[in-house]
């Protein structure tokens, strides 16, 4: 879905690196989210925002940080990479009092 | 995550009748859903459920809600190759959303 954008779309670094990945949305959806997929593990939320300037912390945030620098765009940084954060990463939308997320196509992130 | 359960894998084949199934916890969940994830992609909304309906039929998709078991179900009718992918059933609870593990449908042809 073109309206939810994430960049990059591949990621290969080293242990110790800081990396940030970007999301962006042109839904107009003032929810954001960022979950992280593993396999047989499903998607786990790392931070939540529901609106500019509230982040909120979800089930597996540590070692995350996130910034809400506007309604449509949500960054998730590592700030020092290690192997064991090697996933997919999922940004994603919702409207308040809607019923449905809307998801980004995915970021590969490898640590190495 | 927060207790969403689902087989990992189902095979069919191409024409049958796949059901994936996915049990919950939380009796106060509003919505439940059915995401499909195909290979390289981002997942996509397949279908909800409101938690007060008991069946929802949508084309070759039927999602069944026993409330009193806490479980869901999803029936794809007719599957096709195309059909082949991660099922994950999730549920809304305070615009927050659980997803189970996924179901990787393979179909044979």
């Known amino acids: 879905d073109a309206d939810v954008t994430q960049t990059p779309r591949n990621r290969i670094t080293k242990t110790g690196k800081r990396i940030m990945l970007e999301c962006s949305q042109t839904?107009?959806?003032?929810?954001m989210y960022w979950y992280r997929q593993d396999p047989g593990l499903g998607l786990r939320l790392i931070y939540y925002?529901?609106?500019?300037?509230?982040?909120n912390k979800g089930e597996i945030s540590d070692g995350y940080s996130v910034s809400r620098q506007a309604q449509a765009k949500f960054s998730l940084s590592l700030e020092s990479a290690i192997p064991n954060q090697t996933a997919l990463y999922f940004c994603?939308?919702?409207?308040?009092?809607?019923?449905?997320?809307?998801f980004g196509p995915g970021t590969r992130l490898t640590v190495l | 995550g927060e207790d969403v359960e689902q087989s990992l894998f189902l095979s069919v084949r191409e024409g049958d009748s796949s059901v994936i199934n996915c049990t919950y916890t939380d009796s106060s969940s509003t919505y439940l859903y059915w995401y499909k994830q195909e290979p390289g992609a981002g997942l996509q909304l397949l279908t909800y459920i409101f938690s007060n309906m008991d069946m929802k039929q949508d084309q070759r998709l039927t999602v069944l809600l026993n409330k009193k078991d806490k479980h869901l179900s999803l029936r794809i009718a007719d599957t096709q190759t195309g059909d082949s992918a991660i099922y994950f059933c999730?549920?809304?609870?305070?615009?927050?959303?659980?997803f189970g593990s996924g179901t990787k449908l393979n179909v044979k042809p």
């Open positions: 925002s529901f609106d500019v300037k509230d982040i």
């Open positions: 994603a939308t919702s409207i308040s009092g809607g019923n449905e997320q809307f």
């Open positions: 839904k107009g959806h003032d929810r």
């Open positions: 999730a549920e809304g609870r305070f615009n927050k959303f659980y």
